[in-house]
DNA sequence: TGACAGATAAGAGCATTCATAAAAGAAAGG
DNA sequence: CCTTTCTTTTATGAATGCTCTTATCTGTCA
């Protein structure tokens, strides 16, 4: 398991939840496998009861599954649930880029600048992990720059499913389109082109989308039930 | 404070969680008021775990605000999250009701019927109580048609904030319009006609806009912040 | 040999205790 | 009389221990 350091003002419970989150997305902890709480404790430094309080948390969104007096595991893939978190997250973003475009200060606009200056710098590098960060950031921005904030918080419990999909088909997402994407993006926000904005969002949200097909043959025994016909 | 009791396969930490949200929402817990999980556990007849529990679940949401070591308060009402709750509702159930045209099933139509008809027997029957409830099972059914249940999960913790407001203006509501809504809605996803559904509930939803200044008005003291100008 | 009942083990949920930090109040000094 | 500092109180957060439920295993009886 991939362990980092409790943060300075961190609490054990948040220490907790980021790392078995970060984990599963890594499938350091494979779909299917189990886990309980003592072990987990043990492996982070903290008693039972911030990493019980993290599992359940965890299980709100379907990303672990508790059976009482049985035991804890973590879940297969449920693609329904991963084209869920698809469609809230279309849904919602494409509804935030336009009210970025209104409402965009030109602070979070050099922020954003920064942002995708910094992808163009890391994909010359070749380092992925701080990529997939900086995209999650300028996401983050837009919901900022709309002032929903909040709605994004909400909907990161749903993105693992997602994230961990994502995770699987590794290579095949092209950070390059998406960084371009990613620029576009900037652009048409900082002119204040909202339904330009708008419609380079819902293409570069497609791009996310990986074949479920291949991810499925590559890692059998992940997915729960059939593929649909 | 309301209390009800205990149902019986429920846990002790939603038992706290339903009656903390529940007596929010009524404004039994007033805006601002300080509350303690001792206090609460000692009402619940519980221990400070699963209240504590269910206060930080409620944190996540900032329905109730915690400073470490200092005390817990029911948060003050801020506008812009009451706002930025209408917003996801706004965009998520458009969508939604969309898909659920398309999705729905024969058994799930009929369960939308007779949630209808029983909405016009309690309008008779005056019992805002049970409409209120009615009305949330009504656009759950929708989620459940499109196949989006665990969306419909995630957004029930933002809505206290608008739960909470739409309480607070209770008579300025019109039941028998949303009921009438309700019964068109219903129409419109039967017969398959998605745009038809979609422009609907836009106008729906419009109706539980609530005068932000007159709420204001009649319960100063609740609310963070001035009015925007 | 199969089925049913009782014992045993394991885990979730809850209660209680302990640690820590911040605020309020009391006491002392200027 | 006001200010500053130290003590006491009270809050959350973490840790540990206990209980109750349930599943599985084993033994006995038909």
Redo the contacts with the bound molecule.
Sequence with gaps: MYITEQLPR??????ALRMIKENIIRLELEPGS?????EL?VCL?????????A??EL?KYKVVD???????VVSLIDYELVEEACFVRNVLETAVVELACEKITEALLEELESNVKLQRFYIQERVPDKLMELDDEFHRLLFKAAGKLQTYEMTKGMMVHFDRVRNMALGTVKDRSLAEDHQKIFEAVRDRESSKAKKLMEKHLNRYKVDEEEVRRRYPGYFKGPARE
């Excluded at 961190?10 to 220490?15: F, P």
């Excluded at 430094?45 to 309080?53: A, N, Q």
């Excluded at 508790?66 to 804890?72: A, E």
């Design positions: 961190e609490s054990g419970r948040d220490y189990s886990i309980s709480d003592r404790a430094s903290l008693s039972r009861t911030p990493v019980r309080e599992l359940l299980a508790i059976y009482p007096q049985k035991g804890s």
